[in-house]
């Protein structure tokens, strides 16, 4: 008998041998991952936002930034729930048959309430998290100026409060017969040789 996913918790996966309920595994995959992809909602029209953003486990949250207008923030100030989603690809897995191709990956979705950070303390702490985390090797005062009041205008943090999270992942033997990584060429002229 099938299931009814709309009863379930959102956290609860159909496939829970790949479920991963190791916090800390969750939390350093959070801290590491660069890129992530926050949904929101307009009316009933789901939105999904590609986003820089940084882990704070002290605050159990997700800070990141967008421009001061837009699509964005309208949608938060309209409906703050939201979720928040980071992942990694591994090998492609051929099988002799079609429907059995698969692929390593691993993979964590966040849910919670989503606010704008008002106060100027926190959007500025907030901001220089982002930028430790994107560039280490710089230090702040040093190699450039922090931001200041008048670029804090410029720009909204957000601060998403997580409330649960679900981790994922599948991995393979390193022997996996035939297991190859797919071809990424990037769209990007600077990463092009």
Known sequence: MSRNYLE?????MRRSDRAVTDETWIKTFLGRAAVGALATLHADQPFVNTNLFVYDEGSNSIFLHTARVGRTRANIEAHDRACFTIMEMGRLLPADEALEFSVEYAGVTVFGRIEIVD???????????????YA?????GIDYRPPVAEELRRTTVFRLNIESWSGK???AAPDFP?????DET????????
């Open 136 to 140: 280490p090797q710089l230090a702040a």
């Open 119 to 133: 106060d100027e303390a926190e959007a500025s702490a907030a901001l220089q998290m982002l930028l430790d985390k």
């Open 186 to 193: 990037s769209m990007l002229r600077s990463n092009m040789g």
């Open 169 to 171: 992942k599948k991995e």
């Open 8 to 12: 379930q918790d959102a956290t609860q």
């Open 178 to 182: 035939g297991a190859f990584f797919f």
